[in-house]
């Protein structure tokens, strides 16, 4: 039978063993707790509202694409997209009309359209905001930070908020900026709906009036996460760590 006193060292020495690998561990885990944390997101929901009743007016030989570039400081996905409501009847109600609508990337040498849909008059949406009728987008694009891009919609005879300027429009989520008008006229197409990739169509382009957007349309997204990964020096510690935890494993049983 083993004696007592034989047992003690063993014991001990078991004890030691696991503090030591215990403290390698930690030591490692360490390293990659001090990753820093991603960048607060910002917060998502329509991109921008009226703070007082915009001026609108019709078309002259519809129909036109308006709307207006704009940038995102952040990489955001499309979810919903709000189409204005005109004035009818002195009150502003869902239009009574199909809307195709595009985004394009305005980055030399020419644009690129990215996403289009359209918005059928018989599609249900949400009309309990003032100005827009929002519809909910399945497949929504992911636009990338710091890109012009163009958003606009197809617009026929009815009224539309052709010449807002800037200091008439709140913006509503930090990091979307807007920047110049942009307009087509499309008096050619024989009826309101428009294939947007279409060759003999032209995007959007930059109107005279860079002060002043064609708010046709509405945009809310949800910010894309992106993933932190551990960068150099952090797996570089975390080897030296792991390497730590290995000679103390050895030195350890070699004592043993």
Not at 195 to 201: G, H, S
Not at 204 to 221: E, R
Request: aromatic share 10%.
């Amino acid at each position: 039978m083993e004696s007592l006193k034989s047992r003690i060292p063993c014991r001990i020495s078991r004890s030691l063993k696991n503090a030591a690998l215990g403290v390698a561990g930690s030591a490692s885990l360490l390293v990659f707790s001090e990753i820093p944390s991603a960048k607060a997101l910002p917060e998502t929901g329509p991109a921008f509202g009226f703070n007082k009743a915009p001026t609108e007016r019709k078309v002259n030989d519809p129909p036109f694409v308006l709307g207006y570039h704009f940038t995102t400081d952040f990489d955001r996905k499309l979810v919903r997209l709000g189409i204005y409501k005109p004035t009818q009847t002195g009150v502003h109600l869902k239009s009574v009309d199909d809307h195709s609508v595009g985004i394009w990337d305005f980055t030399p040498p020419k644009p690129t359209l990215v996403w289009q849909q359209q918005f059928l008059e018989s599609k249900n949406c949400d009309e309990d905001t003032t100005y827009f009728c929002w519809y909910d987008i399945s497949n929504g694009p992911q636009l990338t930070r710091n890109v012009d891009y163009v958003a606009a919609a197809t617009w026929g005879d009815e009224f539309s908020p052709v010449e807002v300027p800037k200091e008439d429009v709140d913006i509503l989520i930090k990091g979307f900026k807007l920047m110049e008008t942009a307009a087509t006229q499309q008096g050619a197409v024989p009826d309101l709906l428009i294939d947007l990739d279409a060759e003999d169509y032209y995007a959007p382009t930059v109107n005279t009036a860079p002060q002043k957007g064609f708010m046709t349309v509405n945009l809310s997204f949800e910010t894309v996460p992106t993933v932190q990964t551990p960068g150099p020096l952090p797996l570089i510690g975390a080897a030296a760590a792991f390497g730590w935890s290995r000679k103390i494993r050895r030195r350890i049983n070699k004592s043993i």
